[in-house]
Each structure stands twice: as structure tokens, then as C-alpha cells.
């Protein structure tokens, strides 16, 4: 009986723990590059993490990661950064919306993003 008790516990706990986890999917479409509004910008789908934290890009059957990148989640703000060697990413997971800076390029590419 003391066993069966501490094996419910034990489920409880792994299924509490699991159950915070948060995994969103937007479908983003890019409405600005360097202040300049876009008119039909590219479509892609992002899988974010924040308990990772991670995002992926894809679509349902195949996701990929961003190679050489990381991540920090910001609690306060509600925000995901990224950072790589060419691209820096803020997604803002209040207002939905992902913004990447190439400081070397000078580019600045914003997506505005719906959750699916």
C-alpha cells in the first residue's frame, strides 16, 4: 500500500512538472524591413519553447532548429531573445511579434504573428 502511495505521488509530480511546460506555435508573416512596411511578406511558422528555451521553424512535419544560436527566456517582460553570429531575434510573446536585427547588414526584419 505505502508503495502504491508513493508511485501516485510520483505521477503527480512528473505530470505537474510536465504540465508547466509551454510550447506555442505562430504562423508569423513579415509586415516591415528596415521601418518600411511589406505588403504579402514571407510566411513561416515558428514552434517556441520558453521552458528550453528553443525555437524551431517549420511547418507540422518538419521543424528545424537554429544552428549555432542561443536562447534566453525573459520572465519579467515576456519576451524570448536569440542570438547567433549574423541574427538577433526579440519575440515578444505579449504582442506576438518576432523581430530580427543583421547589425552587419543593416537589417531589421519584423513578423507579425497569430497563434495557431
Not at 510550447?23 to 508569423?28: A, L
Amino acid at each position: 500500500m505505502r508503495k502504491l502511495v508513493l508511485i501516485l505521488l510520483f505521477l503527480f509530480f512528473i505530470n505537474n512538472a510536465l504540465s508547466m511546460a509551454k510550447t506555442i506555435i505562430w504562423q508569423c508573416q513579415v509586415i516591415e524591413i528596415n521601418d518600411e512596411e511589406q505588403i504579402n511578406g514571407k510566411v513561416n511558422k515558428y514552434k517556441i519553447d520558453v521552458t528550453t528555451p528553443m525555437v524551431w521553424v517549420g511547418d507540422e512535419t518538419r521543424w528545424s532548429g537554429f544552428a549555432n544560436t542561443t536562447f534566453a527566456y525573459d520572465k519579467a517582460n515576456h519576451s524570448l531573445s536569440s542570438g547567433s553570429k549574423m541574427w538577433n531575434g526579440i519575440y515578444d510573446l505579449i504582442e506576438r511579434k518576432i523581430t530580427f536585427t543583421n547589425n552587419d547588414a543593416d537589417l531589421k526584419v519584423l513578423y507579425q504573428c497569430k497563434e495557431l
